[in-house]
């Protein structure tokens, strides 16, 4: 295996001056021989693209996520099921002197104290089971256990935790489960065990057109090099195993590359000695290196010669960002000042010369904007309380005590975009799933953008950027806003004009060249689509609706009135014909009077 890993490996190497034991920690080889695998997979036909925004939710087989798989699945022995969290007197005094704790005052501590005292008694001895799994503490808990045992003392405690104090607990209790040999326990992921065949699907798209570029200068390649940052995560290093797995199961070459927001904080610096302040302060995870050792000292060797991730971003032939927070994903990618680090330099240079194909889900995604970042908010918080420049509240905000200049459900954005990988409008993610319509309609009118784009879960938007061409794949479909106009500045008079279309698979359209319409529409043929339980049926059924009526009407929390018209002979064709897609409806979101 190591003499295959080698020639395999050479040409990296021999460039980058990487040690072969370095080398080893974040790259998983093929056969060279190998052609891309299918994974007994339906792939569809497809045109070139450049992007893959995918809209979150790839359910796929693996040992944290079993209720993807086909019953009849097992998993290795090294198989980590879940995190888990060492609840005992001693390892909570251990966690208590860390100097991100000592802000906790004395009567959060003693309460603390109590609740790991409180615990039921465990026997000295573990099962054998136990040991099976990676459980070499009895006292592990899950984070329900966990912060049961705690809320069970004071039921205001994790809501009074700032994200500092919560998060640095929580990966100070952290489990380190190993087998008895000192295996350390991974996700494990089987894409040809998952029930639902389009997340394998989108990944195996997104592998074929890497290895199309790769064959742009080399006609003869059998395989891509796909690299994985997972920098939107708040431990990056806990998702790496997994994306690696993944692409290395459909038969690419996979690298994890470790950039985020440390050792980009790291290398603009040069004080590669602080990368766990700069991972405590910037990325917000404590602790790692126990957890992850051979990770960590891989991002400190990129830190000293930065040089061998822009020799890597060179070679390369896709690049895959994962889901999370894509504020995290865009302080990887960018200096103190928001400038463009060398690092995104060189991929956006690459991606204008058509080398390279960039996919991402979820926070992934959203951070391929070119302006407006979508940052967080619901619809509901949209019309209740509006829509802000400024800096998302945290998560936790909706069910802890935050003292926060928006509320927590505030849809918020960023007016200088992310990346700017996608120029045509804001992409929105999770999107019909989590009933996102209002929140992209009234985003896009505040911050004046023309066009935007919701992708829903198991979902991809492909798109060629120099023909400015879409095509969509995957089990739902995506929601295209076009014109939008926003008529009257007063809030208390404010009218919102727009044209949706519903985009299903293997439905294509173009972007004109003035970036505010959509064209040479083509909607699929398609059987109805899987269903979709969310308010998003009541959206569905209103557009139907205003198909059967000509017209359709609706009041929204007492504060607005929206209204679906019909635009074109064509509009509801597909409704009518019992399938989800359509084009050109007409959209006007009133303020009512007050």
């Known amino acids: 295996m190591k003499n295959r890993c080698l020639k395999n490996l050479s040409f990296l190497l021999n460039s980058l001056s990487i040690s072969y034991f370095t080398l080893l920690l974040f790259i ?90 409180a615990l039921p008694p465990v026997s000295n001895s573990l099962k054998n089971s136990d040991v099976e799994i990676g459980r070499l503490h009895s006292d592990s808990l899950t984070l329900a256990s966990l912060e049961q045992a705690i809320v069970k003392i004071d039921k205001q405690f994790l809501a009074h935790l700032s994200d500092q104090q919560y998060y640095t607990l929580l990966d100070l209790l952290e489990e380190k489960q190993m087998l008895a040999d000192g295996t350390l326990l991974q996700e494990q992921v089987l894409l040809d065990s998952t029930t639902n065949s389009h997340a394998a699907t989108l990944y195996q798209l997104f592998t074929q057109q890497a290895l199309a570029k790769r064959q742009q200068s080399n006609p003869n390649a059998k395989r891509p090099l796909i690299a994985v940052v997972t920098a939107s995560a708040r431990d990056p290093f806990e998702a790496a195993h997994y994306y690696v797995s993944v692409f290395e199961q459909i038969g690419a070459e996979v690298i994890w590359l470790p950039l985020d927001a440390a050792l980009q904080a790291g290398i603009a610096t040069r004080q590669c000695d602080q990368l766990e302040m700069f991972r405590q302060q910037i990325q917000g995870n404590t602790d790692r290196a126990r957890l992850y050792p051979k990770q960590v000292e891989l991002q400190k060797d990129f830190c000293a010669s930065p040089i061998k991730l822009y020799q890597l971003l060179n070679q390369i032939d896709g690049l895959f960002l994962n889901g999370g927070d894509q504020s995290l994903t865009l302080k990887a990618w960018t200096t103190s000042d928001e400038s463009p680090s060398e690092a995104l330099s060189i991929i956006k240079k690459r991606l204008s010369k058509q080398e390279i194909v960039i996919g991402g889900t979820s926070a992934g995604t959203a951070v391929m904007a070119d302006k407006n970042m979508i940052t967080g908010g619901t619809s509901d918080g949209a019309l209740s309380f509006g829509v802000f420049a400024t800096e998302a509240p945290s998560e936790r905000c909706e069910v802890a005590n935050c003292d926060t200049s928006v509320p927590a459900t505030a849809v918020t954005y960023r007016e200088q975009g992310g990346l700017g990988f996608f120029p ?28 935007a784009f919701g992708v829903d879960e198991n979902t991809a938007l492909l798109v060629d950027l120099s023909h400015r061409s879409l095509s969509v794949v995957g089990e739902h479909g995506v929601w295209a806003l076009a014109q939008v106009e926003r008529l009257k500045q007063s809030q208390a008079n404010s009218e919102i004009n727009a044209i949706s279309h519903y985009l299903t698979p293997g439905s294509y359209a173009e972007i004109d060249v003035t970036g505010e319409h959509l064209t040479h529409i083509r909607l699929a043929q398609t059987a109805k689509l899987t269903p979709i339980m969310s ?35 064509l509009s509801c064709q597909g409704i009518l014909n019992q399938e989800r897609g359509y084009q050109s409806m007409g959209l006007t979101l009133k303020a009512l009077e007050q």
């Open 535 to 569: 308010k998003q049926s009541d959206f569905f059924t209103w557009v139907s609706n205003a198909c059967r009526q000509g017209i359709y009407s609706t009041s929204l929390s007492d504060k607005y009135e929206l209204t679906i018209t019909p635009m074109a002979t």
């Open 28 to 117: 998983v080889p093929s056969a060279q021989s190998a052609p891309v695998k299918s994974l007994s997979l339906s792939i569809p036909t497809h045109q070139p693209f450049d992007l893959m925004l995918v809209g979150g939710g790839m359910k796929t087989c693996s040992s944290q996520a079993p209720a993807n798989c086909q019953s009849e699945v097992k998993f290795s022995a090294d198989a980590k099921r879940e995190t888990r969290y060492v609840f005992n007197v001693s390892w909570l005094e251990r966690a208590l002197k860390h100097p991100r704790l000592q802000s906790l005052n004395e009567q959060q501590k003693a309460n603390l104290r109590q609740a790991a005292k």
């Open 424 to 451: 045509f409008g804001i992409p929105d993610t999770h999107f019909s799933q989590r009933d996102r319509y209002l929140r992209l309609l009234l985003l896009s009118a505040k911050s004046d953008s023309k066009m």
